[in-house]
């Protein structure tokens, strides 16, 4: 058994212009057996910052509640929202602290920076940081993603054609992943508004 | 007095509310060398007198401003050795900070972590308050910033401030722009201006200024 697999998951994160988007599927499963069709795998960290995560779902809960935390408390600190460069650090430190007894999840971040700058990055298990400047991907499905986004992908893409291109990516992946699918969840990122889409595709 | 009967121990309040170690160590600042600094527009200087016990010490040795980060600078009143150890447990909070956020630590959140350091030292068993007050001076997102930390812990933004002996008469110095006695070998001035980088002067460029004064 293998422990990255044994809930199922599809993220991915895509670049645009002056905007970003960020998608995962629904399905939380028990190995073969399909437990919830409604899983929420990425969550807002601020209005311009949000999180996916990816593996192990009690890891993703755990972590994502422990960042949540470190958050917070920045916010408190330094009367401030944290930079998406700055959230990956901190992710990326929270993650190698754990090096001999890691947490089982690959995130996927995605913010607004400074001048509206979309940020995009992922990391493995423990830390290792993947900045792109197209598209990230995670999850049991990620193979596929990485395929169909590499086809699909344009520069500058407006929301519209960004939240189009992502939703096709993405169905199509989970498609060939029997862990992931039943669904799907896309967020859509401007400067000025957030949103929130849920896509049917194949229920199984 | 009651307060003298209560002056023997760090933690223990006196019946009038003070704690007395306090306010001895900020008197123990107060004999202190004068030390000084301005916040402008568009950056902050720092300065101290440097009266050294005899001529024959080697004044290129003494360093009484010091880097805290590449955009803080510090300067003191008080004790040397503790300010030496408070800027050592500062620059490592400091670069704990950039560790885990790779970004500069901001001055208002070292200026608080060094005063929970000094708080610490009031709050314990075994240990003694720092004998010194501190000038912060730096430069970051939220433009030029001064601020002093007070053996107490409790620290307060300045547009211009003075701590040491002759308190009142330094806070005229700049004003007054006093001629003659000062050069480039008896005080330190430290800048930090829109690079962001908090530099200290040179002797020779300490007395250029101060032939232009002239």
Known sequence: MQI?????????????????????????????????????RISKIHDRLFLGLSGLATDAQTLYQRLLFRHKL???????????????????????????????????IAGLGDEDK?????????????LAKDFVVAGTASESLYGACESMFKEDMEPEELFETVSQALLSSVDRDCLSGWGGHVYVVTPTEVKERILKGRMD | ??????????????????????????????SGQTSLGIKAANGVVIATEK?????????????????LTPNIGVVYSGMGPDFRVLVRKSRKQAEQYHRLY?????????????????????????????????????YDDNG????????????????????????????TFLEKRFEGQISGKNIEIGIIGTDKK?????????????AEVE
Not at chain 2, 147 to 157: A, E, K
Not at chain 2, 198 to 210: G, K, M, N, Q
């Open chain 1, 4 to 40: 990255f697999e044994y809930n199922g998951s599809a993220l991915v994160a895509m670049v645009g212009k002056n905007c970003f988007a960020i998608a995962s599927d629904r399905r939380l499963g028990v190995q073969l057996q399909t437990i919830a069709t409604d899983f929420q």
């Open chain 2, 144 to 171: 030029p910033q001064l601020y002093q930390v007070d053996p107490s812990g409790s620290y307060f933004s300045w547009k211009a401030s003075a701590m040491g002996k002759n308190v009142s008469n330094a806070k």
């Open chain 1, 118 to 130: 979309p940020f995009i990055c992922t990391m493995d298990s423990i830390g290792a940081k993947e």
């Open chain 2, 102 to 138: 790779k970004e500069p630590i901001p001055v208002t959140q070292l200026v608080r972590e060094t005063a929970a350091v000094m708080q610490e030292f009031t709050q314990s068993g075994g240990v003694r308050p720092f004998g010194v007050s501190l000038l912060v001076a730096g």
């Open chain 2, 51 to 67: 009266k050294l016990p005899s001529i024959l010490v080697d004044e290129t040795s003494v360093q009484k401003i010091q880097c």
């Open chain 2, 1 to 30: 007095m009651g307060d003298s009967q209560y002056s023997f121990s760090l933690t223990t309040f006196s019946p009038s509310g003070k704690l007395v170690q306090i306010e001895h160590a900020l008197t123990a600042v107060g």
């Open chain 1, 74 to 108: 920045y916010q408190l600190r330094e009367e401030r929202d944290m930079k998406p460069e700055t959230f990956a650090n901190l992710v990326s430190a929270l993650l190698y602290e754990k090096r001999f007894g890691p947490y089982f999840c690959q995130p996927v």
């Open chain 2, 198 to 210: 908090f530099r200290v002067l040179t002797p020779a460029e300490i007395d250029d200024y101060l």
